[in-house]
């Protein structure tokens, strides 16, 4: 079963170390982790530009996996990495299983709230909303709930872990309880 | 051709008024505008919790949609909201036509590093990263590259307006743009 390793951990710069890392984890559960720095599996038109062919390759590995595992830990701003919640909901559409993982455990809405400061404001109702009168999801939820949505409604896991800023896109045990997961659903008997 | 209208205006105090100049411009292009707080198009069961059944709300209405239009304007960081993106990658592993638009101009690079502000720092090689050690994907795209390259690699068209903050989340000229775009481009005879 082959897993797409989708999280912003191509922004690294030890990010082959990390992708060699969650391979191996991958290998432990008989899984095989794809990542989407490893080598296109298609021919790219060299005459595109280079970030049409990034995309040209990740989508492409994406369509060659059977399931997805996304790091979803908050990325510049409450909620995760664009490029992952993309690919994410990519292979929801495409009909194949997912899980995600954070490495912060603080609901979506504290952290909403924090990121707002003191921009944040009370509608007559009560309700959050921002200082463009945009409401504040505020809920217990690891981030927006399309996200955990997604994932639960197909039948997926997403794992939080309470993880030092330092170890922050390092450490890999919310990772690999949803390598373990997908582990277990593929191996189970049918019916 | 039922258009499904994404994007963060749910959260606005007057999302309604919003849907319904949305639904107005999809008419005058022959297209059928359906919004995320359209009543549900399937049965929920009453037992999950609310958040659960909004998400079952919006994925229903896109899969009962034809095609989908973004607003991808950026949203509390550097990138688009989480949820729209979510939205659009689900539709593109559809396999059905997406555009999207955003009220912002400037590109993504310089959003993410305006964002940084003084923590931004030189990587060896020149390239900037961020505090945690991840790399700014410097480019003139409008959003992380999955995006415009999500939409570009399916046909799709990604319309920018440079909108004064004040109209951020109501001007609809590039909207528009997509909307006629899609009508366009189902018109179009076949071969």
Do not use: Q
Request: charged fraction near 25%; include cysteine; charge should be negative.
């Amino acid at each position: 079963m082959r897993i797409y390793l989708a999280g912003p951990e191509v922004f690294l710069a030890d990010a082959e170390a990390l992708a060699a890392a969650k391979r191996a984890i991958c290998a432990a559960h008989g899984l095989e982790g794809v990542f989407p720095l490893d080598a296109p599996p298609l021919s790219l038109d060299l005459a595109e530009p280079e970030w049409l062919r990034i995309y040209r390759t990740n989508a492409a590995h994406i369509r060659s996996c059977d399931a997805l595992i996304a790091n979803l830990t908050p990325f510049r701003g409450p909620s995760a990495d664009a490029g992952t919640v993309y690919e994410l909901g990519l292979m929801i559409g495409l009909g194949r299983p997912v899980c995600g993982y954070s490495n912060v455990a603080e609901p979506f809405g504290r952290r909403s709230l924090a990121y707002l400061g003191a921009t944040a404001r009370r509608r007559p109702d009560g309700a959050w909303e921002d200082a463009e009168g945009l409401a504040l999801e505020d809920t217990d939820l690891p981030d927006n709930l399309m996200i955990p949505g997604g994932i639960f409604a197909t039948g997926g896991r997403f794992e939080t872990e309470a993880v030092p800023p330092e170890r922050r896109w390092h450490d890999l045990a919310a990772f690999e309880r949803c390598a373990a997961y997908l582990a277990s659903r593929a191996s189970r008997p049918a019916g």
